[in-house]
């Protein structure tokens, strides 16, 4: 069974930049066919996909965070991360990390970590 | 405002059945695959139906998924209070590029 684990701050100034990872094990972020995803869910608010990285390293992210969003992934250490530039309050969020794909959907997911963006 | 529409709430007594809808258009539903999801705040999500109507292992058969043209549907049947949840649906939408696109929750309260 695959399990996914995120870690990073869980507290972020505003304007600085959000940075998480997601640990993949029993389970490979080589394997084909699957896109390492982000998704996060605001304070009374539902949940919204940030972006993924697909095994060859193709990315591509919601056009709303697009211009913030970078995601890439460290195949060494079997690990994909996020970076959120210019944060701010509204980027207050559980952030999970989860494996996704055409035909399961998002069938595997973190057990997401809160990042708050406060002075 | 979300690419899939839900109806924000639901209610039904236990032993109750419920639906649940999900609307979209022929870049997301009409041509891709529907999952569904269980969400119980702080925790993660949990997948209940992928492939429109196929719940993996371990999900009961009390959960059901339907699809028909750009709709999706979540059936629940014989409801517990352990089913209150948020639920969402969620599907790939290639409108520009191949985004992953959830609905807006549905609240399931079980009366």
């Known amino acids: 069974q695959v399990q996914l684990q995120e870690s990073g701050p869980g507290l972020v100034k505003p304007s600085e930049t959000l940075s998480l990872t997601c640990a993949v094990s029993?389970?490979?972020?080589?394997?084909?066919?699957?896109?390492w995803s982000w998704i996060r869910q605001s304070p009374g608010k539902g949940l919204e996909w940030i972006g993924y990285?697909?095994?060859?390293?193709?990315?591509n992210y919601n056009p709303s965070l697009k211009s913030r969003v970078t995601i890439s992934v460290d195949t060494s250490k079997n690990q994909f991360s996020l970076r959120l530039s210019s944060v701010t309050a509204a980027d207050t969020a559980v952030y999970y990390c989860?494996?996704?794909?055409?035909?399961?959907?998002?069938?595997?997911w973190g057990q997401g970590t809160l990042v708050t963006v406060s002075s | 405002q979300s690419v899939l529409t839900q109806p924000p709430s639901v209610s039904a007594a236990p032993g109750q059945k419920v639906t649940i809808s999900c609307s979209g258009s022929?870049?997301?539903?009409?041509?891709?695959?529907v999952s569904w999801y269980q969400h119980v705040p702080g925790t993660a999500p949990k997948l209940l139906i992928y492939?429109?109507?196929k719940r993996p292992s371990g999900i009961p058969d009390r959960f059901s998924g339907s699809k028909s043209g750009t709709s999706a549907t979540l059936g629940i049947t014989g409801l517990q209070t352990g089913d209150e949840a948020d639920y969402y649906c969620?599907?790939?939408?290639?409108?520009?590029?191949?985004?992953?696109?959830f609905g807006g929750g549905t609240k399931l309260t079980v009366l």
């Open positions: 989860a494996r996704g794909s055409f035909r399961f959907g998002a069938d595997y």
């Open positions: 029993d389970g490979s972020v080589s394997s084909g066919g699957y896109y």
């Open positions: 990285i697909y095994y060859s390293g193709n990315t």
């Open positions: 022929s870049s997301n539903i009409e041509n891709n695959y």
């Open positions: 492939e429109n109507n």
């Open positions: 969620g599907t790939w939408d290639s409108s520009l590029t191949v985004n992953w696109v």
